[in-house]
C-alpha cells in the first residue's frame, strides 16, 4: 500500500512540475502571470482524447501535434494579446495585474468554448491501462510511461536552458531584463519565446494526464491553482525547485487521499501553500524575497 | 457639488429607490434584487481593491459563507443573529487570508484569493457529505423579495457611507499611498499590513452580509450554488467597467453589465461564459481607466483644449 501511494504520487508529482514548469517559464521570464494555464492544459488533454477516439492517434504522437500546436497559439497569445499589456505597462507591478486581469478573461473564454463543445461531463479513454509489477506495487502502464515522458522532458527543457546560447539568453531575461539589451539579447523575442515554451510544457502535460486521469472542461482552474502553488513554493523561475515541490505536492496529494480522504486533497494542498507563505515566501529553494 | 447638496440629492435618490418595491412588479423586482446586490458587491470590492490596487478574486469566497451561514442557521434563531454570526465567520476568515497574505507581494495575495472559494467549497462539501450527510439545504425563513432589497439598500447606503468616512481619514490617504507606491507608503510610516487588512477585513464584511442576506431567494442552496466562481468575476468586471478610482465608479459598470448578462444569459445560454470573458478583455484592453476614468479624461482634454 505504501509503495503503490509513493508510486503513484510520484506520477502526479512529475506531471505537477512539468505543469509548473511551464507556468514558471511564463512568469519568470515573460513576467506574465497566466490564470488560463490550466484551461490550454485542459485544451490539450481534450485534443488528445479527440485524436485517440476519433481518429485513433496514439496519444504519443499526438504528443507531436498537440505541443508543436500549442507552442505556437502561446506564441501568437504573446504577441498580439500580450504584447499590448506589456508596451502600456509602467512598471513590473502593473504588468502583473494587467496580465492576471487579461488572462482571468481567457480562462473564461477558453473554457467556455471547451464547454460548449464538449459540455460538462468527465471524459477519459483507456490506453496502455495493464498492471505492471514494481517492487510489490502495482502501477498502471500509462501512468509509468506519463512520468518517464514528464521526466524526458523536464530533462530536455533543463539542458536547453543550461547548455545552448537562446536558453543562456532566456534565463538573462529572467534574472535582469532591463541588462539583458546591453549584451545584445531582444527582451520582446526571447518573452515571447519563453511564454510560449510554457504554452508547450502544459500542453504535454495535459496530453500525458489525458491518458491516466479523467477530466472535464471546468476543472483547469484546480490546475492553473495548484501549478501557482508549486511555483511558489519551489521558488519563482527556478526549474529544479519546480520539480522537488512538484513532486512534494503529488506525494502530500496522494498520501492524503489514501490515509485521510480524498475530498481534502485541496485543503492539504493550500494547508502547504499557507505554510509556506508564512514561513519561506520566497520558496524552498528561492535565495532572493520579492 | 457642495457637501451639502450632495448629501441631500444622496437622501433623495435613496428614497427614491426605497420606494422601487411599491410599484414594481415581480419581474422587475427581482431585476431591482440584482442591480442592488452586485451594486453593494462591487463598491465593496473597490473598496478595498480601489485604493491598494490589489485585486481579489474571492469575492464569492465571503459571498458564499454568508449565503451557507443563513442556510444551516435558517430557523434556528432570529434573523439579526444569523447575520451577526454569518459576518463574524466572513470577518475570521477575511482576517486569516488577510494577515498571512497581505503582508506579502500582491501576486500572492492575488493567487490565494483566486483558489480561496474553491477551496472553502471543497471543504463545506467534504464536511456535509461526511458529518453531517446533507448535502444540499433548504432555507425556510418569512422573508420576502421586498425585505431583501430593503435590506440590500441598506447595505449599499453603508458601503458608501464607509467608502466616504475612509476617504476622508488617515487610514484612506495611507491606502492611496500604498497604492502609488507601497516602498515609500513603509518609509515614511505606514504601517501597511495593518491598513491592508483593515479595508480587506471590511470589504469582506460587505460581501458576507450580502450573501447573507441574499440567501432566501434560492430556497435551496447547496456549495455548488453558493460558490459560484462567475460571481466574482462578474463583480471584478462591473468595478472594473465603471472605473475603481470613484466611490460610485462601479454604479457605472453594474448597471449596464447586469442588464448585458441578463440579456445574454436569456438569449445564448451555452455561450454565456465565452461573451462574459470576451466583454470582459474588451474591457482590460479598451478602457483600463473604467468608464468614469474615460469620462474625467474626455472632460479634461476639452478643458485643457479651450
Known sequence: MFVAA???GLVLGGMYALIAMGLTLQYGVARIMNLAHGEL?????FAAFWLFTSAAVNPLVGLLLVVPAAFAVSWAIYRLLLTPLVARAPNRDALEVDSILATFGMLFVIQGVMLAMFGGAYYSYSFLAFPVNIAGATVAANRLLALGFAAAIGLGLYLYLTRTRLGTAVRAVAVDPNSAPLVAIDVRATAALAFAFGGALVAAGGVLISMFLTFNANIG???????????IMGGVGNLLGCLVAGLILGLVETFVATWIDPGLTLAATYAIFLVILLVRPQGLFGTASR | MKPVLALAAAAIAVAFLAAVPLYADAYQLSLAITLMNYTVLATAWSLFSGPTRYVSLATVAFFGIGAYTVAVLAERMAW????????AVGLAVALVVGLSTLRLSGVYFVIFTFGLAELIRQIVTWYEVNVTRTLGRYVFVDIDAADIYWQLLGLAVLAFAAGVLIRRSRLGLALRVIGDDET????????????????????ASFMTLCGAVM???????????????????????????????????????????????????????????ILVGLAFMLIVYAIPQGIVGFA???????????
Do not use: C
Open chain 1, 6 to 8: 509513493v508510486a503513484s
Open chain 1, 41 to 45: 492544459m485542459i485544451a490539450a488533454a
Open chain 1, 221 to 231: 482552474v484546480v490546475f492553473t491553482m495548484k501549478a501557482l502553488i508549486v511555483v
Open chain 2, 80 to 87: 439579526p443573529y444569523i447575520l451577526l454570526i454569518a459576518l
Open chain 2, 184 to 203: 515609500v507608503a513603509r518609509h515614511i510610516g505606514i504601517n501597511t499590513t495593518f491598513a491592508k487588512v483593515a479595508l480587506f477585513a471590511l470589504s
Open chain 2, 215 to 273: 440567501a432566501p431567494r434560492w430556497t435551496y442552496i447547496d456549495p455548488a450554488i453558493a460558490f459560484n466562481p462567475v460571481v466574482s468575476f462578474q463583480v471584478l468586471i462591473m468595478a472594473l467597467l465603471g472605473g475603481v478610482h470613484r466611490l460610485y465608479g462601479p454604479l457605472f459598470g453594474v448597471v449596464p453589465l447586469v442588464l448585458l448578462f441578463e440579456f445574454l444569459l436569456a438569449r445564448f445560454p451555452n455561450h454565456f461564459s
Open chain 2, 296 to 306: 474625467e479624461r474626455i472632460a479634461r482634454g476639452k478643458r485643457g483644449a479651450a
